[in-house]
């Protein structure tokens, strides 16, 4: 709960993002085993930030989950399993791939209806987040108002959820 705070809320963790998935891994491991000694404040009931208070919250209609990380290759080819064994045995392939640097940031929903942005909310605790509407429509990078594709009408709503992170240079 010490390294989550540092992390999330006050911005000075004291260990490594590395180090800090180890433990929570480890953590998870235990409370598997011994279940009777899972605390109820845990770290592994929540992900993210707690909201501040005083700004508007968003309940999310479906829930916002947060990535796991990997740091091995066998933890890599045990997710290749996972991902095999979900696309079901008349899957016939090819399979790719696609990696990318992570970048830490902060996970975002933006939704739009009818193409026009009405709505932006942080990932929270995944099920409530905080409105950053006005936030994100300062954002260049951020479209007030989808392009029109010819032949398509928009969807009533329409929700895109990504990363939101501001580069080293800036």
């Not at 290759?73 to 790719?96: A, N, Q």
């Not at 209806?113 to 994100?136: Q, Y």
Request: negative net charge.
């Amino acid at each position: 709960n010490e390294h989550n705070d540092r992390y999330y809320n006050l911005n000075c963790p004291t260990i490594s993002d590395e180090e800090y998935d180890r433990l929570l891994k480890r953590l998870i491991e235990l409370e598997e085993k011994f279940p009777e000694f899972k605390a109820p404040d845990s770290p592994t009931h929540r992900i993210g930030a707690k909201l501040e208070a005083g700004l508007a919250t968003v309940s999310h209609k479906v829930k916002m989950y947060s990535l796991d990380n990997t740091y091995s290759f066998e933890e890599l080819e045990d997710w290749h399993k996972r991902v095999l064994k979900g696309l079901g045995s008349g899957f016939e392939g090819p399979l790719e791939y696609v990696a990318e640097l992570k970048i830490d940031g902060v996970s975002a929903a933006l939704t739009y209806n009818k193409g026009i942005f009405v709505l932006g909310a942080t990932r929270g605790d995944g099920l409530t987040g905080e409105d950053i509407t006005h936030n994100l429509r300062t954002l260049q990078s951020v479209p007030l108002q989808l392009k029109k594709i010819p032949g398509w009408d928009f969807p009533n709503v329409l929700e895109v959820r990504g990363e939101i992170y501001m580069a080293i240079q800036d």
